[in-house]
T-cell receptor
Framework: DVKVTQSSRYLVKRTGEKVFLECVQDMDHENMFWYRQDPGLGLRLIYFSYDVKMKEKGDIPEGYSVSREKKERFSLILESASTNQTSMYLC????????????FGEGSRLTVL | AQSVTQLDSHVSVSEGTPVLLRCNYSSSYSPSLFWYVQHPNKGLQLLLKYTSAATLVKGINGFEAEFKKSETSFHLTKPSAHMSDAAEYFCVTAYDKVIFGPGTSLSVIP
């Protein structure tokens, strides 16, 4: 089974702090994604990566950056956390071959005070 | 352009009665279609997927969905709801982009 692991399930940070959210997948997938999920707004794509060191902006990249130094790891970085970044963050991966489904991690719930 | 519509934001059923969650898609091409389930404070789990093989797709936990091209629909059904089915359900289409529907919250009344 594909496993996508998000290292932190719950985080509480202060405004202005730098925040790292880590995601690791074990199925050698080329594509990895970061979404945020907010009530009433659904899932919104922040960034995705289709290969090591490659990244593409999604629908809401402002205030975020990403890093993909190794194929299995995709990190989301909040350079200076703000209260409007309080949200549930979901990482997903997808292979290039196969039927195209996304495999999700358990999510990281971030609260910025 | 691709899009997904989930016609009900919230559905409530009694335990043991059938479940119907509706999804319509819009795509110029034959899409891949998926249903995901999300329990509170959890990630999304794949229930089932349609990828142009059989139009009736069986998934996990007794769920199934039927792809109807003429109606551009991919409704999710289950014959008998269980309390553990209470969750958020997302219809998803993928062609060149992955598009999520807004979700349907399913409540199951004992």
């Amino acid at each position: 089974d594909v496993k996508v692991t998000q290292s932190s399930r719950y985080l509480v940070k202060r405004t202005g702090e730098k925040v790292f959210l880590e995601c690791v997948q074990d199925m050698d997938h080329e594509n990895m994604f970061w979404y945020r999920q907010d009530p009433g707004l659904g899932l919104r794509l922040i960034y995705f990566s289709y290969d090591v060191k490659m990244k593409e902006k999604g629908d809401i990249p402002e205030g975020y950056s990403v890093s993909r130094e190794k194929k299995e790891r995709f990190s989301l970085i909040l350079e200076s956390a703000s209260t409007n970044q309080t949200s549930m963050y979901l990482c997903a991966s997808k292979g290039t071959s196969g039927t195209g489904e996304l495999f999700f991690g358990e999510g990281s719930r971030l609260t910025v005070l | 352009a691709q899009s997904v519509t989930q016609l009900d934001s919230h559905v409530s059923v009694s335990e043991g009665t059938p479940v119907l969650l509706r999804c319509n898609y819009s795509s110029s091409y034959s899409p891949s279609l998926f249903w995901y389930v999300q329990h509170p404070n959890k990630g999304l789990q794949l229930l089932l997927k349609y990828t142009s093989a059989a139009t009736l797709v069986k998934g996990i936990n007794g769920f199934e969905a039927e792809f109807k091209k003429s109606e551009t629909s991919f409704h999710l059904t289950k014959p008998s709801a269980h309390m553990s089915d209470a969750a958020e359900y997302f219809c998803v289409t993928a062609y060149d982009k992955v598009i999520f529907g807004p979700g349907t919250s399913l409540s199951v009344i004992p």
